[in-house]
């Protein structure tokens, strides 16, 4: 190992065959700071990482492991990624913590607080002492970079409450709309909904259609509404719609809000409160809301924003687009595990680029 590989954190991969694990693995390949040192899948045991994905470098020569063989190793890193199932999560992160890691996980597991995991997530939380340690951390919106530095435990956020928070917040701390009620429409490509086999994911379902699902009992409504107060916004109560789109990849939300009454200058307003929320962040663009499409962020850890005001109807419609693999799920988690190293938050996404069309 030479010089510069030694003072690269190394890191792991839990469940890298999964869609989330995947395009982490795409994106630390290239990272100048972290390398990956190890990872796992059931599924892929004992084959090559080079050979279940198309990567080149020392990380094809990784050999995938068990999750079981891999527990008793998570003391060789400094880093682990959780790209697991919430249950699975809860098990595995004391594991890691333990092992003298610290720990960024992708799923819902330590998200809300513990008496809402059985309505939202069907079970009782065993770990409330690890729910109230971890951090939860969507960079552009928690302001959570100082906490970072010393988190043993981060929770990444959600893919639907990235763009949904993001289409809303700015309006709400401005004071520009109403924070009831808030109405967010957000469509999803397929792999949101995880690399798994069935009826309801087979093509010929799921092509030239689209359909609502979970109306009213999605698991990431309460995260929304937990990330809208920790951005500053308390209070906003949120109707959330997901709805499944025909594509692989991707998310647009829609916001409907409603203005505050006797606002002048609506739609200045609002243009200059989503650019004072942009200022300073690498992957927030704003722009005209008819551009704010998936073709423009897809592959890249950006964020498209941009609204429509009607004062006559006091209505403002403001929309928000991402990937829901890298920033709604792996480039979000190596912002935060950027800001955990002390690192620059752009490390290892700068060079993320999409295609259009």
Not at 33 to 51: E, Y
Request: aromatic share 6%.
């Amino acid at each position: 190992m030479d010089e510069a590989q030694a003072v690269r954190k190394r890191v792991a991969i839990i469940g890298v065959s999964g869609y989330s694990g995947m395009e982490l693995a795409r994106i630390l390949v290239g990272h100048p700071n972290f390398v990956i040192a190890l990872v796992t899948s059931d599924k892929w045991k004992g084959r090559g990482l080079g050979a279940c994905l198309p990567l080149d470098g020392p990380a094809a020569d990784l050999k995938c492991l068990a999750h079981a063989e891999a527990k008793a190793r998570l003391g060789e890193v400094d880093l682990v990624f959780l790209c697991t199932p919430a249950e699975a999560s809860i098990e595995l992160a004391p594991v890691a913590l333990a092992a003298g890691a610290r720990v960024v996980d992708f799923s819902g597991a330590f998200r809300l607080a513990a008496e809402d995991y059985p309505r939202w997530y069907g079970f009782a939380h065993s770990r409330p002492d690890l729910l109230a340690e971890a951090v939860y951390s969507m960079p552009e919106v928690t302001d959570t970079a100082a906490k970072l530095r010393t988190a043993r435990l981060v929770s990444n956020a959600g893919c639907y409450p990235t763009p949904a928070v993001f289409s809303v917040l700015p309006l709400l701390r401005a004071g520009l709309v109403e924070a009831e009620p808030i109405f967010i429409d957000a469509k999803s490509g397929t792999t949101g909904g995880g690399r798994k086999a069935g009826e309801d994911w087979s093509f010929s379902e799921i092509s030239d259609d689209i359909r609502a699902y979970k109306i009213l009992r999605h698991q990431h409504q309460p995260e929304i509404e937990r990330a809208l107060a920790l951005g500053g916004a308390s209070g906003a109560k949120v109707t959330f719609a997901p709805h499944l789109l025909p594509v692989r990849r991707g998310i647009l939300a829609a916001a409907y809000c409603r203005l505050r009454p006797g606002l002048a200058d609506a739609a200045d307003k609002v243009k200059e409160a989503l650019a004072e929320f942009a200022a300073g962040k690498p992957f927030v663009r704003i722009v005209a809301a008819e551009e704010v499409r998936l073709q423009a962020v897809v592959g890249t850890n950006r964020v498209l924003m941009g609204a429509v005001v009607e004062p006559a109807r006091s209505v403002v419609v403001s929309m928000a687009a991402i990937d829901n693999l890298v920033k709604g799920a792996a480039g979000q988690a190596v912002q935060n595990a950027n800001l955990m190293f002390g690192l620059p938050e752009s490390a290892g996404l700068l060079f993320l680029a999409g295609h259009m069309p």
